[in-house]
């Protein structure tokens, strides 16, 4: 289903015309890139489709409930001291904003009996267009984004990236843990339950399967960690009974992650992943490569977001600094170069996985780099 179409458009400025019969429309999920020359009129083509201009002639069409958002080319030229990338990108949803003030502008007349009715007519279409624009994800998909960890070689430092799901959010899910306890549940006793999380999520229908086996939220896509959590609270019935898994509508007929996989983990016509083949268990598990792990396959420090990334479900990932650095003696002890006879190093390389939530993993972190930076040795 088209979610933007734009017929015959024109725009002239005086005797120049800078778009001349344009026609194209773009699909739910599409991703598309606009190239051309300095002055081709690329600029002024996104102002129209994105309603911030009118054109001279033709028309744009635009889905019901689709919200455009569009951040400048020189968004560096409008970030002042007062305003953060963050802000930026969170000007894109300003929509999302207004939406977010006239809820909470009802909610004060909704404790107004006077008031209620109205204002609760009111407030229930409102929270459904904010819900249906992806009001109450926005955030997060403004902060889904890769780490970056760098290692000092010595000669070079070389960045790689760790997955959005790998990085652990102990202090966020405590703080949600403090939070449920102090406002939501007060006088109960909450807890986070170690579970399969996943297994609960899909049967509780708040997450369904793609075909590459990982778990997708709607308005979040698979950028996902999950937390559970147990009280002893009097909680009020939900109508939420547990269902069988679903797989997502969207994989009916795509391919997209079975052609991405690089180890043919996603089988044809099959919505059993061949997890033995996966190359996320593969380096999470201690010990040499297994054979059929090409070499060309690796691209992360842990996991592998190959499937999740060609996936039109998902946002694209920035890529923020973790401001982890190992130095070029700590990078050597995990490489297995040499052994750590230095108390600091020790230190320094366990305080450095704490940050980044891999305590644990730096039995797998030395090969894992290992072949990532044979790979890159291949490809040059
Ligand atoms: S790429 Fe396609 S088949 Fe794979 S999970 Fe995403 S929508 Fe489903
Ligand atoms: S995580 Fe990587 S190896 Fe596993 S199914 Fe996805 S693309 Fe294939």
Redesign the pocket.
Known sequence: MSILTAHHLSKSFGALDVLQDVTLSLAH?QRAALVGPNGAGKTTLLHILAGMDEPSGGAVHRARGQTIGFLPQHADQELSEATTLHDLMRSVFAQLDRLAQQMRELEVALANPAQHDTAMEKYSKIAEQFEHAGGYTFELRIEQVLSGVGFDLGDRVVETILPPTYRRYLATFDEVCQGLQAHALPGARVERIQAPLKAVAARLGLVR????N?T?AAGIG?YLQLCGYVTDARLPATDRSPQPPM??D???G?????L?CPTGA?GPGRVLLHAEHCLTFANELPGPWPEWVPATAHHCLLGCLA??R?????PRLEISDSGVTFTSDETRVLLGEVSSTDRGVDDGIRRKLEDLGLSGDEGVLGRNLRALLDRRCRAR
């Open positions: 999920g399967y793609g075909r590459n990982i997708y698979s797989l997502r969207e994989c009916e795509c391919e997209t992650c079975r991405a996603i499937c999740q060609s996936c039109p479900a998902n």
